[in-house]
């Protein structure tokens, strides 16, 4: 099962549209938060997405990667700092590059049968971009619900 859904708000200057994801996997919490933190499955598991990953920095559980993605035909990078918060949370931000200012959190609850994900991702659109607000969110969401239906679908080929 998953869901979307969307909400708005304006931040400094820029619009905040709000996309959130949900996806149940059949696995356990700990297994699913370490494989959706670690860095060296996605140019593999989401090969037409991720093109690298270039850890920068690792200490404790917060790292700073730079990420090579497609997006839309044309490849971006994008740098990131991602805090794990274990057993049930993480969060993503884009520091630099390519959608600088987008924030990802990931809240991962037990469930009768597995994990439910649930991913709330701000994405920010200068007040300016207005009209590419919607297309972006769409795409956005998009892009999240394909990756973690990738992981759901690794996951439960070993867990499920």
């Known amino acids: ?25 059949k696995a356990p919490r700990d297994v699913v938060l370490r494989e959706i933190s670690e860095y060296t499955h996605p140019p593999i598991l989401h090969k037409s997405v991720i093109k690298s990953v270039q850890v920068l920095e690792d200490k404790d559980n917060v790292s700073i990667a730079l990420w090579r993605l497609k997006v839309l035909g044309f490849t971006r990078t994008a740098k990131q700092k991602q805090t794990v918060m274990p057993p049930d949370r ?32 701000d994405v920010r659109v200068p007040k300016w971009g207005k009209l590419l607000e919607i297309p972006v969110a769409w795409y956005t969401k998009r892009l999240t619900l394909g990756i973690l239906m990738d992981h759901k679908r690794d996951l439960e080929s070993r867990y499920g």
């Open 1 to 25: 099962m998953h869901t979307l859904g969307k909400l708005v708000s304006i931040v400094e200057g820029f619009s905040v549209r709000s996309v959130e994801v949900t996806v149940d996997i």
């Open 90 to 121: 993480m969060t993503n931000e884009t520091v630099g590059g390519f959608a600088r200012g987008t924030l990802e959190s990931t809240l991962l609850y037990e469930t009768g049968t597995g994990t439910k994900i649930v991913d709330r991702i």
